[in-house]
């Protein structure tokens, strides 16, 4: 799966994991006495923050004989400077890095987020628990704790996925590797990010039709939550061939921090933007069609606010979809159907708006800019028009329902509000000279 996280979810911090910078940590040493080692799977529930909104997931190592009790998590970052972070998040590929911390640090942390927290022992053979020490021993060291991090291929979850599957020889990816859900990766996208409605219509104009590619079982480890599920229906390792006699690999499940869930209950991006601005412009046109002076002008300067926001909102996509198609490691924001709608120069129609709302005047059309801004209307008709076709026809792959139905409506809006505030130079009609009557005796 390729990398979908660019711009909005970089200049909103949107990681899978990151509870914050780095620290000094405890040596990790190898166990002297593996029967006195055991390991759990730690799923922790979403937070407030916009980088917890998909989970997160670590290791947690108790050697009884050592008396060390420590957590390995790989969703660590250095965001000391955060311009500097969503510069690299933007156009190259982030390091993340592994902490390793103690066991009941992890688990204050978390009370203090008020964040539930799960926890289930693998049931794991002495093989397989040699293999796992030994690779987050390797991965311990210095020089090996960063890794380049992506979302959806590479984030926390998928470095556990990957270690337990290498631990398991393989037996996670023969499980889940072939199944494909009924689920694309737009939908969980949106399922993640409904608690921030506007980040999450971005993202969803912004990708390409790689949205509706279907999520095998075994990708969807990237979310926390589906690992634990997905492991929790897997058996252990078993000498026995007797399917009465196979123990679960997840085994005394159970909730160290519990905490009442966080529902979004928001209506989403597109719901907010219409509900929004679409009354403002309606208004405005109301207001026009009254005679008074005063009427129209705050006519217009209703249409105005209306026409700022959604140039804003335009420009900003537009902007943001030719921009990431310039950066190779962002494929699935290339050439995206939703550049019909959304335009770089839509920041024109943003400041016709601004003008709109601040004066309550309209532009002449005797003006170049007037005349721009006409023109500017009249191609995004158009475009809008073909756009439609286009969906109707079948012939865009991508999933564009959501913004056919509610932004490409507020869009003619918006270009049937520019040309009520823009206006035409009247014509001067020259009376004729009037002509001399002839003399009847000429």
């Given amino acids: 799966m390729d990398r979908l996280v660019v711009t909005l979810t970089v200049l909103a911090a949107l990681v899978a994991c990151g509870p914050g910078p780095a620290r000094a940590e405890p040596a990790v040493a ?38 060390t009790d420590l957590v390995f998590d790989w969703g660590v970052f250095d965001f000391s400077n955060p311009v500097r972070f969503a510069v690299k998040y933007l156009v190259g590929i982030p390091r ?35 293999r796992l020490l030994e690779r987050l021993a390797w991965n311990a060291r210095p020089e090996n704790r960063e890794y380049p991090y992506d979302n959806f291929d590479h984030n926390c979850a998928i470095k556990i996925r990957d270690y337990l599957d290498e631990a398991l020889a393989g037996r996670i990816a023969g499980r889940f590797a072939g199944v494909e859900t009924t689920h694309t990766l ?46 929790l229906t897997m058996p252990a390792s078993s000498p026995s061939p007797d399917p009465a006699r196979l123990r679960p690999l997840l085994a005394d499940s159970t909730r160290v921090l519990a905490f009442p869930p966080r529902t979004a209950g928001r209506p989403s991006g597109y719901q907010l933007a219409l509900v929004t601005l679409a009354p403002l412009l309606a208004a405005g046109a109301v207001f026009h069609r009254r005679p008074s002076p005063v009427a129209r002008r705050w006519s217009l300067r209703l249409i105005g606010a209306g026409v700022f926001g959604v140039g804003l909102l335009a420009g900003a996509l537009g902007t943001l979809m ?83 139905g509610y932004l490409v409506p507020l869009a003619l809006l918006t270009y049937a509000a520019v040309w009520r505030g823009t206006v035409a130079p009247q014509r001067v009609v020259q009376p004729r000279a009037a002509v001399p009557a002839r003399s009847l005796a000429a």
């Fill in 322 to 404: 030719v921009f990431a198609w310039t950066l190779p490691d962002h494929a699935v924001l290339h050439h995206s159907a939703n550049l019909w709608l959304f335009w770089p120069v839509d920041w024109i129609v943003a400041a016709f708006g601004f003008s709109l709302a601040l004066r309550g005047r309209p532009w002449s059309t005797a003006e170049p800019r007037g005349g721009l801004i006409r023109l500017l209307a009249g191609a995004h008709a158009a475009a809008a028009a073909v756009f439609i076709l286009l969906w109707a026809a079948g012939l865009i792959a991508q999933d564009v329902g959501r913004v056919a």
């Fill in 186 to 231: 737009r939908e969980y996208v949106g399922a993640a990010l409904g608690g921030r409605p506007f980040v999450a219509l971005g993202l969803d104009v912004l990708l390409n039709d790689a949205g509706e590619h279907r999520v095998t079982e075994w990708e969807e480890f990237f979310l926390p939550a589906k690992m634990r599920a997905h492991l």
């Fill in 30 to 67: 190898r166990p002297a006495d593996l029967d006195a080692v055991e390991v759990y799977l730690l799923t922790y529930d979403v937070g407030d923050e916009i980088y917890t909104q998909w989970g997160h997931v670590t290791l947690r190592v108790r050697d009884a004989a050592a008396g």
């Fill in 96 to 130: 993340y890095r592994l902490e390793v911390l103690p066991y009941a640090e992890m688990l204050a942390r978390y009370a203090d987020a008020r964040r539930t927290v799960w926890q289930d022992r693998l049931q794991l053979t002495r093989s397989e628990k040699a």
